[in-house]
């Protein structure tokens, strides 16, 4: 071989940077489930104000040691903009949901946040459609057509399409945050939008104080694991992950949150989808992975996720 040649050869992947991000996709996958464990005490208001609180406390200690900047003026109305979407709105659609819907199944459903993502980026930021996109988001909605129509029994109905609008709106943060995430870190942005989000829902804590005060320990508990584990803990591994690993590899180890969450909730709640739920979520899987596999560019870094 060339020196040319092995030059070219992409190095291995240190094992402790392969274990941290595993340990993210274990950490985004059991949020599903504990989410199903805290929201009816707390409430899905209740729940969302204490679990960004929590993580945002953590990720501003956190912050000089990882060399998080002050962000620049003009771009707090962007984060804003962003903290809306993909920690606020999504959280308390996402907890809300959650109420009724298995967290397995919302799981599968969030999946295809991307088939969002992918439409918004072709419509404002001028991102082409391939022939492998359209596909993938062919078959990606296949997928979540699959899941809903499985789950939506009459007394799931309402609650299933909440979570497709926490998907929805999962999907609409990552197009807005691609312009930030050439200025600033997935680690920086992350804090930032953490932040900011908790600030917009503090004012409503009134309104979820009742159900809080009423919460048990084991609700607390969960909430309190939620914000220091897949919140906080989750984006600084994934940080470190991905700085590290070829950017097919960060994006194979997402494909795996659904599956792993609906054993985590198997395990721990007793969950166990339907046959059409697995199989559309494995459509949506299918769906997702075609939609990236034809995005990948070699050359930049994965610097932003969707986490539960």
Not at 21 to 41: D, S, T
Not at 44 to 62: E, P
Not at 68 to 93: E, H, K, S, T
Not at 254 to 270: E, M, S, T
Request: net charge positive.
């Amino acid at each position: 071989m060339s020196a040319h040649a092995e030059n070219m050869t992409p190095p291995s992947t240190p094992p402790r940077v392969l274990l941290a991000g595993l340990a993210v996709v274990v950490l985004w996958a059991g949020a599903f489930p504990a989410i199903r464990v805290a929201a009816p005490e707390l409430g899905a208001l209740g729940l969302s104000i204490v679990r960004l609180a929590i993580a945002s406390v953590a990720l501003l200690a956190l912050a000089p040691l990882l060399g998080v900047r002050m962000p620049a003026r003009r771009d707090i109305g962007p984060i804003l903009v962003c903290a809306f979407f993909g920690m606020a709105a999504y959280q308390l659609l996402l907890n809300w949901g959650e109420l009724e819907v298995p967290a397995g199944t919302a799981s599968l459903i969030v999946a295809a946040a991307p088939l969002v993502s992918v439409g918004i980026a072709a419509m404002t930021l001028g991102e082409r459609l391939t022939p492998s996109v359209l596909c993938g988001s062919a078959v990606a909605l296949g997928g979540v057509a699959m899941v809903t129509l499985s789950s939506a029994g009459v007394s799931l109905s309402a609650s299933v399409w909440i979570v497709v609008a926490a998907m929805v709106v999962q999907g609409v943060y990552h197009p807005l945050s691609k312009p930030l995430l050439r200025r600033y870190s997935g680690m920086e942005l992350a804090t930032y939008t953490m932040v900011a989000s908790t600030l917009m829902l503090l004012p409503l804590l009134p309104f979820a104080w009742t159900q809080l005060a009423a919460a048990s320990a084991g609700a607390w508990f969960a909430a309190g694991l939620l914000g220091v584990l897949p919140s906080a803990l989750g984006f600084v591994l994934w940080g470190y992950a991905v700085a590290r690993l070829p950017v097919a590899s960060a994006t194979a180890l997402l494909y795996l949150v659904p599956p792993v969450a609906v054993l985590i909730a198997f395990l721990w709640l007793g969950e166990l989808p339907s046959w059409g739920e697995l199989v559309g979520g494995a459509v949506v899987i299918a769906g997702v992975a075609l939609i990236s596999v034809s995005r990948i560019r070699s050359t930049r870094p994965v610097r932003a996720a969707t986490a539960a």
